[in-house]
């Protein structure tokens, strides 16, 4: 199915959740922020939030530097 993250479309398997999407990404077990279909979407709900055709995600990580 397909969603679009940080705008672009992507190609994502039915019924994902976010835990699993964030893990795909390689951004499991980092600090994120997740906004899906203009909601933030808090960490402990991550596993429990299916994706659906068509979904707008923005992804946001925390980059250090100087």
Known sequence: MQVRINSEQTDVPQG????ALL???G???RVVAVELNRQLIPKRRHQHVALQEGD????VT???GG
């Open 62 to 64: 925390l980059i250090g």
């Open 27 to 29: 951004l499991g077990g």
């Open 16 to 19: 994902q959740t976010v835990k």
């Open 56 to 59: 707008e995600l923005e992804i």
């Open 23 to 25: 893990a795909g990404l």
